[in-house]
């Protein structure tokens, strides 16, 4: 098992900066890809960004230009720094780890922190 623990959200301003980190734990050997989900009242889930073990990244559209992804495999951890905050980036964020088992790609899930961005 993989255990996931994100820490950094909190409320901001439109405008404002913060960063989230993610630290794993566990069984972590295997681990090829983290990322960040977010789910906003009465939506989906959706991917965010991710970063490869190989250090590629890929982002949604929205985030383009305004998120940075990164990662520490030294350390086992994940980290998102978001600037230039808007109010629809308002959401519950998701730490995510996958990694094979048996064969198959099995994801691992942090409990969520809450961004909030509002004046």
């Known amino acids: 098992q993989v255990q996931l623990v994100e820490s950094g959200g909190g409320l901001v301003q439109p405008g404002g900066s913060l960063r989230l980190s993610c630290a794993a734990s566990?069984?972590?050997?295997?681990?090829?890809?983290m990322g960040w989900y977010r789910q906003a009242p009465g939506k989906e889930r959706e991917l965010v960004a991710t970063?490869?073990?190989?250090?590629?990244?890929d982002y949604v559209d929205s985030v383009k230009g305004r998120f940075t992804i990164s990662r520490d495999s030294a350390r086992n951890t994940a980290s998102l720094q978001m600037n230039s905050l808007k109010p629809d980036d308002t959401a519950v964020y998701y730490c995510?780890?996958?990694?094979?088992?048996?064969?198959?790609?099995?994801?691992?899930w942090g409990q969520g922190t809450q961004v909030t961005v509002s004046s």
């Open positions: 995510n780890a996958r990694k094979m088992r048996f064969g198959s790609p099995v994801d691992y």
């Open positions: 566990g069984s972590i050997f295997g681990i090829y890809v």
């Open positions: 970063i490869g073990s190989s250090g590629n990244r």
